[in-house]
């Protein structure tokens, strides 16, 4: 853990202060957010935090509020903000009590294989994000824009694919197992 902690140091002192500042703004201090519709970072794939870093600065992922900030983001920046949020510890959850419901959502996640890229226990690895523990709406809010074509995704866009037949029960219910985990 001291070993953790001492990496999270090190590239939080290569960064500017202000970039950290801006980016817990909203993703919440240690990068665990608590606004609406904002992803935590603390825990994420190294890699996949720079490439989303890159396609918001490149204009290839949309998003008003991050497509500015990214856009004056030096690569140092942005290899060293994914270094400092993959360092810090995801999200602390409630495990949910065993239910008929839990149940269910959890044999939905199995029929869309969600473990084939994002892994066995959703942790996502490299440029693949984790989404055990994520804020439920924002998992929703992906899900719908996967769905509707707002988001593509990265390489083959098989998050399009997958998330283009779920029903919006199918997206709540995914996202609130994932939530927990």
């Not at 720079?50 to 918001?56: E, S, T």
């Not at 839990?102 to 996502?124: L, M, P, Q, W, Y």
């Not at 707002?150 to 390489?155: K, M, W």
Request: glycine share 6%; hydrophobic share 40%.
């Amino acid at each position: 853990m001291r070993r953790i902690r001492w990496i999270a140091e090190l590239h939080i002192s290569l960064l500017p202060a202000a970039a950290v500042l801006l980016c817990t703004s909203c993703h919440g201090e240690a990068g665990v957010s608590q606004t609406e519709n904002t992803p935590s970072l603390a825990g994420q794939p190294d890699l996949f935090l720079q490439w989303q870093l890159v396609f918001f600065r490149s204009g290839s992922r949309k998003n008003e509020v991050m497509q500015p900030i990214a856009e004056q983001l030096s690569n140092e920046d942005i290899r060293n903000l994914g270094a400092y949020f993959a360092s810090l510890p995801p999200a602390a959850v409630t495990k949910p009590k065993e239910s008929s419901q839990a149940e269910a959502n959890a044999k939905i996640v199995a029929e869309r294989s969600c473990a084939s890229c994002h892994t066995d226990t959703f942790a996502g690895t490299k440029g693949t994000a984790r989404i055990a523990g994520q804020r439920e709406d924002y998992l929703v809010k992906a899900l719908h824009d996967y769905k509707s074509g707002a988001r593509s995704g990265s390489g083959v866009a098989a998050m399009a694919s997958v998330a283009y037949s779920l029903s919006d029960d199918e997206i709540s219910a995914l996202a609130h197992y994932l939530a927990q985990l």
